[in-house]
Nanobody, 119 residues
């Protein structure tokens, strides 16, 4: 089992910045990825960014260079630095941990942290 604890959400004005953090505790896996998803009211949950254990990032198209994902394998943490936020970025952001276990991918979710972009 892996427990994910998120922090850093809140209210920010358009054009502002927020940094989300996620710490993973519990079982350790040798092959895994960490990611941030988001879900706005009435929408499906969507991938924002992910990072592999080797540090290779992947971003959704809508990020458009505004966000940066980073991880610390020693601490089992993943951060999401979000800049130039717009009201369209308002959503609950979820940390995701996906690990390869006995040939099968298993995933865990954090409880979510609210990000609201509004003036």
């Amino acid at each position: 089992q892996v427990q994910l604890v998120e922090s850093g959400g809140g209210l920010v004005q358009p054009g502002g910045s927020l940094r989300l953090s996620c710490a993973a505790a519990g079982d350790h896996f040798s092959i895994y990825t960490m990611a941030w998803y988001r879900q706005a009211p009435g929408n499906q949950r969507e991938l924002v960014a992910s990072v592999t254990i080797t540090g290779r990032p992947h971003y959704a198209d809508f990020v458009a260079g505004r966000f940066t994902i980073s991880s610390d394998n020693a601490k089992n943490t993943v951060d999401l630095q979000m800049n130039s936020l717009s009201p369209e970025d308002t959503a609950v952001y979820y940390c995701n941990y996906k690990a390869l276990l006995s040939g099968t991918w298993v995933e865990y979710w954090g409880q979510g942290t609210q990000v609201t972009v509004s003036s």
